[in-house]
């Protein structure tokens, strides 16, 4: 029994403070802009992957080059 009264706390609880949520609508806007940048930094990770595996890759092409290129010694 007791276990229901605590689900049925929490569930006031929630519904206060979702009242409370209801009447000040710039609340949420923290975590909306919070989102939003997490969303900017994970992309910017990602072109920063792409951009290093494409410059790595194209080094070592270029030193294959310049080592194919160079004379053999007898």
């Known amino acids: 029994m007791p276990e ?5 706390f929490l569930i006031e609880t929630l519904r206060c403070r979702m009242a409370e949520a209801r009447l000040e609508p710039e ?10 940048v997490a969303v900017f930094v994970v992309m910017a990770i990602a072109v920063g992957a792409i951009i290093k595996t ?16 160079q004379p053999t010694v007898p």
């Open 27 to 36: 609340r949420g806007d923290v975590a909306e802009k919070l989102v939003i």
């Open 4 to 8: 229901i009264q605590v689900v049925l």
């Open 54 to 69: 494409a410059v790595l890759g194209e080094a070592h092409d270029i030193s294959r080059v310049i080592t194919a290129s």
